[in-house]
Structures are given as C-alpha cells and as structure tokens.
C-alpha cells in the first residue's frame, strides 16, 4: 500500500515524484513503462539524434501527411524514465505567456494565467545566464546558454537581422519574438533532463519507489475512484494500491490511452 502511486515517469512524474516524497510520512510509487535512464546517448546532449526513433519510444506515427508526399513522420514519446525529456532537443522553450491567459480567460483553466505560473518557472531553473524576473537559479533543472556557437548559426541569426527580424538574446523573456540562439536544458554540457533534476537525489529517499519496466495495463476502480493500478512486470501480474491518490502522468498519448483502458 502506497499513498500515492504516480503512472508515467516522464516529465511531469518526475517532478511530482521528487515534490510529494519531500513529506517523509508519505509513501510514493513511480511507475514507468520504459527503463532506467542509463543510456549514454540520454546525457550527451547531441545523443537526442540517435533518440528519437529508437528502443526508448512508443514508435507512434502520425497519418500520412497529404502536404508532404503522404509521408508519415516520427511522433517521438519517451519510454523512458525522464520521458520526452530524456530523448528531445534540450531546446528550452516554455511558451509564450499569451497561451496560458487564454487558457484561463476563454477556456475555464482557472489558476493557469502566466502570472499564476510564472514563478514555478522560476523555481525549477537554474539558469547559467539570465537571473532576473523571468528566470530563476538554484532550481533543479540546470538551464545553459551555447557555448561556442557554430558559424552557421551567428551567420543565420545575422541574417534574420539584416532582413528585419529583431534579434532576441532569451526567448523565454518578455517577447518571443524575433531571433537569435536557444538556451537547452543542459548542465555542465551534460542533458539536464526532468529525471535528473528532479529525481537523482529524490531517488535516495527511503518513501520513494521508483519501478521501471512495467506495463500499466489499466486503473483500479473502486465505487468510481481510482484506489490503485495493475501492471505487469517480467510478465508477471501485480496489483498496487494507493491510500490517497493515483495520479496519471503518462503524457498526451498513454494518459487517455490508460483511462480508456480502465473504462473511462
């Protein structure tokens, strides 16, 4: 019997993993379908290309593209512990402030409006170059600005320039507009991903479990709450049980995917 048992160590049970173990008397359980993050190309930040179409996602498709020749492309989804943010592009890039307002405004997301969320940003940066009212440091996800950056890239940004983009030195300002280089999700030239920010020392709690390589097969239901789930591991069934919570995190794909599984 678990508290709270979080499905999907991605991005997002990454974080909540390491947030609600922070309360000793709580017992956490992080289930992820993929392995452990142990795979050398994960934390060398150019490794992403060998990535994104291999063992570490779920290998989804989109339909054929009528725009481009038919042709179905890559939809990358980690399978992994850290998930997409163990296997993308590092490009750190939280979205324009104008979205979330309309979440709120116009689609009833009522606590989403930037100026709700702005300062849990803030709080999970550790920024090597910006420190100011968009940025923060200290936090756990290490934020880096390139270093050494090729020739093709001041020369594209310059270009932009001279044909009247403005250049834009941090894309996660006040405006994204315009152009200039990206920060990554990298610390010390190595991938700072959401598993090892978040989770490297968390891991070491004595109320944190993290089990990888399980197959979540569906929730369990108990007078319409969800009391626990059901996986499999080397094949073998095993039912787990939360007393609190059981907090779906398994991305955009496997998070409907699981509730309509359950009969959701």
Same mark, same amino acid.
């Given at each position: 019997?678990?508290?709270?048992?979080?499905?999907?160590?991605?991005?997002?049970?990454?974080?909540?993993?390491?947030?609600?173990?922070?309360?000793?008397?709580?017992?956490?359980?992080?289930?992820?379908?993929?392995?452990?993050?142990?795979?050398?190309?994960?934390?060398?930040?150019?490794?992403?290309?060998?990535?994104?179409?291999?063992?570490?996602?779920?290998?989804?498709?989109?339909?054929?593209?009528?725009?481009?020749?038919?042709?179905?492309?890559?939809?990358?989804?980690?399978?992994?512990?850290?998930?997409?943010?163990?296997?993308?592009?590092?490009?750190?890039?939280?979205?324009?402030?104008?979205?979330?307002?309309?979440?709120?405004?116009?689609?009833?997301?009522?606590?989403? &409006?930037? $100026?709700?969320? @702005?300062?849990?940003?803030?709080?999970?940066? /550790?920024?090597?170059?910006?420190?100011? %009212?968009?940025? !923060?440091?200290?936090?756990?996800?290490?934020?880096?600005?390139?270093?050494?950056?090729?020739?093709?890239?001041?020369?594209? &940004?310059? $270009?932009?320039? @001279?044909?009247?983009?403005?250049?834009?030195? /941090?894309?996660?300002?006040?405006?994204? %507009?315009?152009? !200039?280089?990206?920060?990554?999700?990298?610390?010390?030239?190595?991938?700072?991903?959401?598993?090892?920010?978040?989770?490297?020392?968390?891991?070491?709690?004595?109320?944190?479990?993290?089990?990888?390589?399980?197959?979540?097969?569906?929730?369990?239901?108990?007078?319409?709450?969800?009391?626990?789930?059901?996986?499999?591991?080397?094949?073998?069934?095993?039912?787990?049980?939360?007393?609190?919570?059981?907090?779906?995190?398994?991305?955009?794909?496997?998070?409907?995917?699981?509730?309509?599984?359950?009969?959701?």
């Amino acid at each position: 019997m678990y508290d709270y048992i979080i499905i999907g160590g991605g991005s997002a049970g990454s974080v909540l993993a390491s947030r609600l173990s922070e309360n000793a008397d709580c017992k956490v359980l992080l289930v992820e379908a993929g392995p452990k993050d142990s795979n050398p190309y994960i934390h060398l930040p150019v490794g992403f290309s060998k990535l994104t179409a291999g063992p570490l996602t779920w290998g989804y498709k989109t339909v054929p593209q009528p725009q481009l020749g038919n042709r179905e492309l890559l939809f990358a989804q980690g399978r992994v512990l850290g998930g997409g943010s163990s296997i993308n592009a590092e490009v750190f890039t939280r979205g324009t402030p104008a979205d979330y307002d309309r979440w709120a405004a116009e689609k009833g997301c009522d606590g989403w &409006s930037f $100026a709700d969320i @702005q300062r849990y940003f803030i709080k999970s940066e /550790d920024n090597d170059t910006f420190s100011d %009212a968009w940025h !923060g440091v200290g936090g756990p996800l290490g934020v880096s600005s390139p270093i050494g950056a090729n020739l093709m890239s001041k020369t594209f &940004s310059q $270009a932009c320039q @001279q044909a009247g983009l403005p250049y834009n030195p /941090d894309f996660n300002g006040a405006t994204q %507009a315009g152009c !200039g280089l990206y920060q990554t999700t990298t610390r010390n030239a190595r991938r700072c991903s959401a598993a090892v920010g978040y989770l490297k020392d968390a891991r070491q709690r004595s109320n944190l479990t993290i089990k990888t390589g399980c197959h979540i097969s569906r929730l369990l239901i108990d007078n319409q709450r969800a009391v626990g789930v059901e996986i499999y591991q080397d094949g073998t069934p095993q039912r787990l049980h939360a007393s609190r919570e059981v907090i779906v995190s398994a991305g955009a794909i496997g998070s409907p995917k699981l509730l309509q599984l359950s009969g959701i």
